[in-house]
């Protein structure tokens, strides 16, 4: 398994539990555990650590390890360049701890130029996949 | 493909059945409070039930093995994950929709996510070691 993959599968199950953690912590709130003004913040931050964080990271991770590798390709990078996609997948898992922190103080601007960010990362990680999705033999 | 994985797999269909029914369910119900708690059930059936549920299962199959007596894991932390899992989104989907009644409700939804997320928990510790070169 490439590094790429490696670090996107491993930080998608970091996004896992922290999602899972915040699905309970929005239960609470439901349970009149925790005050009401927290509902908002909580439930964003679990629908984008469940929707981003694991379920988009895990693809773009195992599509990056199991899509086919280039025949013709340098020893070093059978699955061509590997750098661009690293640096999609940081700037996701940064993006996405910027999104949690505007959330929770609610500050829209900051929130709307890290989704920027996490589209930017998307860009860069499928510019990387996309020249995988070939025939055999290529 | 190993047992664990058949029952990951075989249960993620079920749910994938029940997520749609649930959500056929909740168009064929007037709207209000129910409808709604259908809809946000059928939503973690298939988001948890189905997708989650599938993806570890495959991942149990495919991720590479470790040397040794357990290639993929102990047996008995899957078969953990597999119940808390699945307790979890049933209690779930049982608790949605008549929690619109008020009274102790609420709390399973708590026991639903605590469930699940000891279920997220102990998935990353099954697969931690094979996420490797």
Same mark, same amino acid.
């Given at each position: ?28 709130? +439901? ?40 025949? +013709? ?24 701890? /910027? ?12 929130? +709307? ?11 860069? /990680? ?13 | 493909?190993?047992? %664990?994985?058949?029952? @990951?797999?075989? %249960? ?16 064929? &119900?007037?709207? $209000? ?22 993806? @570890? ?18 047996? %008995? ?22 929690? &619109?009644? $008020? ?14 997320? $000891? ?15």
């Amino acid at each position: 398994m490439p590094f790429g993959a490696r670090l996107a599968i491993r930080l998608a199950l970091a996004w896992l539990v922290a999602g899972a953690t915040a699905g309970v912590a929005v239960s609470l709130v +439901r349970a009149e555990a925790l005050p009401p003004w927290t509902a908002g913040p909580l439930y964003r931050g679990h629908v984008a650590s469940m929707l981003f964080g694991w379920f988009t990271q895990l693809v773009l991770g195992v599509a990056f390890w199991m899509l086919p590798k280039f025949a +013709r390709h340098d020893p070093r990078w059978p699955r061509g360049d590997e750098r661009p996609f690293v640096a999609g997948v940081v700037v996701m898992n940064v993006a996405l701890l /910027c999104t949690m922190g505007a959330a929770a103080v609610d500050a829209s601007q900051t929130s +709307r130029v890290a989704f920027a960010a996490v589209a930017v990362s998307a860009a860069l /990680c499928a510019s990387r996949l996309w020249p995988r999705i070939k025939a055999f033999g290529v | 493909m190993p047992l %664990l994985t058949r029952l @990951f797999v075989k %249960l993620a269909l079920l749910w994938l059945v029940v997520a749609m029914a649930a959500q056929a369910a909740a168009a064929w &119900t007037p709207p $209000g409070a129910t409808t709604r708690g259908l809809q946000v059930a059928a939503f973690h059936a298939l988001a948890v039930g189905w997708l989650t549920q599938m993806v @570890f299962g495959v991942a149990i199959w495919m991720f590479p093995k470790r040397k040794g007596d357990a290639p993929r894991g102990s047996d %008995l932390l899957g078969r953990w994950v597999l119940l808390l899992l699945n307790v979890g989104v049933a209690l779930r989907l049982a608790a949605e929709p008549v929690s &619109t009644r $008020g009274g102790g409700w609420a709390w399973a939804f708590v026991a639903a996510g605590v469930a699940q997320l $000891g279920a997220a928990i102990g998935f990353a510790l099954l697969v931690r070691g094979r996420i490797r070169g």
